[in-house]
């Protein structure tokens, strides 16, 4: 078959925040810079971010990246690579001002300065009290980010082709990566994309689980492609979970209806948090407040006919309070829960929201993997930025606001980096012959699929298996349980049979396609949250517990080190975490307690 | 490319189908792809493209007017909105929480 050869400096997959970081780099550097994307660039998922973008700006409260940095570290439970984090609270402040230069609306105080709101987690002076850090565009922060950085792109020169699937990574004998292929939505023709540089910005996977605060496109596509590729993929069993997603449905309800006066009850009616948490009762902290909830439905005081989530209420909050205080609240509810809750309360779930992990990379952007010898080695031409990569700056949980941080400070290191390589050689690399066979072949499999398993059929299997086995509190025997039973599932969805057989706009190949990635992320996932025996951040062992030998169930003897999980044979190695910082002092080891 | 010529009728579908469900927030995944496979194909011609219009536009822009945050100006646009809202809260009240969708429903 003849496939078409696109040759590009630089291709990069993912038009989201950090692609169009990364993209605005390369193009300005003079580099012929492809982006793919899904979806029209500003429709990412980058848009649902409405909190805002930390940096140590200074301008609503004094404030220094150093302190910035130590809130991350712990936030992190020790499990952040301390290199990277410095680097990102360093450059923090910077990656705001070049937004603000792109045409970012960022809210501004009476004397014209970037306005700062609070967020959990952040405080000043080495966790002392907290800060105002984060820096936003009213509630459409993430709309206003996606939109300045297009519109710099198009300035620039960049090349979009929008409504592209790309499917597979290209790497040579030497496994320097060349190139992608790609698949047209609008014909159904697979193109290769022959570069220099290839840059994975393909954002998160959290529609591995059933209930997900995440947009239906985040399919992990780009940590399919790494892991098909031969690319381990790191920390995969720390999944933040928000404590309250729409039972059934996922939209998240936000952290202010609780502020507002919201409580959280049981099938006895009664507050529970109370119990838990008898300070912070229902304010707190995110995974304090979900695993509480789970462990009612656990045992056994979940509510409806099925007892599996619990209710949020705020029917004794005045109907003039819901509706000025918390708008749009009683409109998700109608539409997603079927509740006025003005006048009912609203069923809610623990629901898988952020993935800490990714493809392994450097703070410089680079991927990177252990070589023969077991060292640390870049993947030559090979890039990844955002929240599909993991430098590792959120360890096994991120702070709020630190991912679209994440997306510019990584988005434009993984850019310079690819704009110093491809300037360093001299042409392209050969392709390897036959570069698309590979994708060619399980688009063939999915096409002559007989007497297989529907799309539909295969992602329930898959969610429902993560859900119930590897939610946000975990069980040795349910992980064990879930191991085998997602390998199972996973042989179902070799089996993907389409009905669909038309080459122009067949979207039942395209989620087929989709559902391999996820299936790969979902496999990562449990197998790492098995194999880690310790609670640490977002991974909470039934099995590990607070002792105080063992304060919140963290193990550093044993634990404090990096999961990579490979594909082939599903085998586990460990990495060392980077407890030396840039320029400063270690921050020592310590529990996390707020 | 993006207004390609030569779509059949299935392909126009497909594509839209793909742009109610691929969108940037999860709630107009779910909102706009379950109108797409219950209400769409009972609008009349006219109606069946204003929404294709609309399922065109941003969510920054649609959310608030199908949530009732902000009212939707134009006119010609107005009735169809006026319908995906209502749609919204008939469908919720159907809403099952025991039910968990991962994915968009059926596929073609
Ligand atoms: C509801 C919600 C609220 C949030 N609020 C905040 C917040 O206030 N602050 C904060 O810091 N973080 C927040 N986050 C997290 C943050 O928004 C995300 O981590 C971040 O936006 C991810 O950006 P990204 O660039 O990595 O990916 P995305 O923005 O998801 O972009 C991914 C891109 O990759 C493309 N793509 C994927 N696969 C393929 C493929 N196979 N071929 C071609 N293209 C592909 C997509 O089309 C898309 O363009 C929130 C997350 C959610 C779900």
């Known amino acids: 078959m003849n496939i078409p050869v696109f040759k590009f400096d630089a291709v990069i997959v993912g038009a989201g925040g950090s692609g169009l970081r990364s993209a605005i780099q390369l193009s300005e550097a003079g580099l012929k810079t492809a982006v793919l994307s899904k979806v029209f660039p500003t429709r990412s998922h980058t848009v649902a971010a409405q909190g805002g973008v930390a940096a140590s700006l200074g301008n609503s409260d004094a404030d220094h990246w150093h302190w910035h940095m130590y809130d991350t570290v712990k936030g992190s439970d020790w499990l952040g690579d301390q290199d990277a984090i410095e680097y990102m609270c360093r450059k923090a402040v910077e990656a705001v001002v070049d937004l603000e230069h792109y045409g970012m609306p960022f809210d501004r105080t009476e004397n014209g300065k970037i306005y700062q709101r609070p967020f959990g987690g952040h405080m000043s002076n080495f966790g002392e009290k907290p800060v105002r850090r984060s820096c936003a565009a009213a509630d459409r922060t993430g709309h206003a980010m996606l939109h300045a950085m297009y519109q710099r792109n198009v300035k620039a020169n960049t090349q979009f082709f929008v409504e592209w699937m790309a499917l597979d990574l290209i790497r040579d004998s030497e496994g320097v990566v060349v190139g992608v292929t790609a698949l047209e939505m609008e014909t159904g023709q697979v193109v290769i994309f022959h570069s220099r540089a290839v840059i994975f910005a393909t954002g998160g996977s959290g529609r591995i689980f059933a209930s997900s605060t995440n947009a239906f496109i985040n399919t992990g596509d780009g940590l399919g492609m790494a892991a098909r590729a031969g690319i381990p993929l790191e920390d995969m069993e720390f999944w933040q979970f928000h404590p309250t997603g729409v039972a059934g449905a996922g939209v998240l309800i936000t952290e202010g209806v609780r502020g507002e006066g919201g409580v959280l009850r049981n099938s006895d009616h009664e507050r529970f948090m109370e119990r838990y948490a008898p300070n912070a009762k229902d304010l707190a902290s995110r995974d304090v407040v979900s695993r509480a909830m789970t462990t009612e439905i656990k045992e056994g005081r979940g509510c409806g006919p099925n007892k599996d989530y619990v209710l949020l209420d705020i029917t004794h909050l005045e109907p003039a309070t819901i509706m000025k205080r918390l708008p749009g609240i009683r409109e998700i509810s109608m539409q997603f829960a079927g509740v006025d809750p003005i006048k009912e309360p609203i069923p809610v779930v623990p629901t898988c929201h952020y993935q800490m992990g990714g493809i392994p990379t450097n703070y410089a952007g680079h991927v990177v993997a252990p070589d023969a010898s077991g060292r640390q080695a870049i993947i030559p031409g090979f890039y990844a930025a955002g929240e599909c990569a993991c430098a590792s700056v959120h360890g096994a949980n991120r702070l709020g606001t630190n991912s679209l941080l994440d997306l510019l400070v990584f988005g434009k290191s993984a850019g310079d980096s690819a704009v110093a390589d491809v300037k360093a050689e001299a042409a392209h690399r050969d392709l390897p012959a036959n570069a698309a066979d590979y994708s060619l072949a399980r688009l063939n499999a999915i096409n002559t699929q007989k007497d297989g398993v529907s799309v539909f059929e295969a992602r329930q299997a898959i969610a429902r298996t993560m859900q119930d086995h590897a939610g946000v509190f975990r069980f040795a025997d349910l992980l064990k349980k879930g191991v085998t039973q997602i390998l199972e599932v996973e042989k179902q969805v070799r089996r993907l049979e389409i009905k669909d057989k038309s080459q122009i706009w067949n979207t039942a190949r395209v989620e087929a396609l989709e559902t391999e990635n996820l299936i790969e992320v979902a496999k990562a996932s449990m197998i790492s949250a098995e194999a880690r025996k310790e609670s640490r951040g977002a991974h909470v062992r039934d099995d590990a517990p607070d002792t105080p030998e063992f304060p919140n169930g963290r193990n550093d003897k044993e634990w404090l080190k990096h999961t990579l999980w490979y594909r082939e044979g599903n085998r586990i190695a460990y990495k060392p975490v980077q407890m030396t910082p840039l320029t400063v002092d270690t921050i020592a080891l310590k529990t996390r307690s707020y | 490319m993006r207004n390609g010529a030569a779509l059949t009728e299935g392909a126009v579908i ?87 969708s991962p994915s968009p429903a059926r596929q073609p």
């Open chain 2, 14 to 100: 497909s594509r839209l189908r793909w742009r109610c469900t691929r969108r940037a927030m999860l709630e107009m995944d779910l909102l706009l792809g379950r109108f797409l496979e219950e209400e769409f194909p009972a609008l009349s011609l006219e109606e069946q493209k204003i929404f294709m219009e609309l399922a065109d536009r941003e969510d920054a822009q649609l959310w608030p007017w199908v949530s009732g945050k902000e009212e939707c100006a134009d006119i010609r646009l107005f009735p169809v909105i006026q319908r995906l809202r209502r749609y919204g809260e008939k469908r919720g009240a159907r809403a099952d929480p025991a039910s968990v």
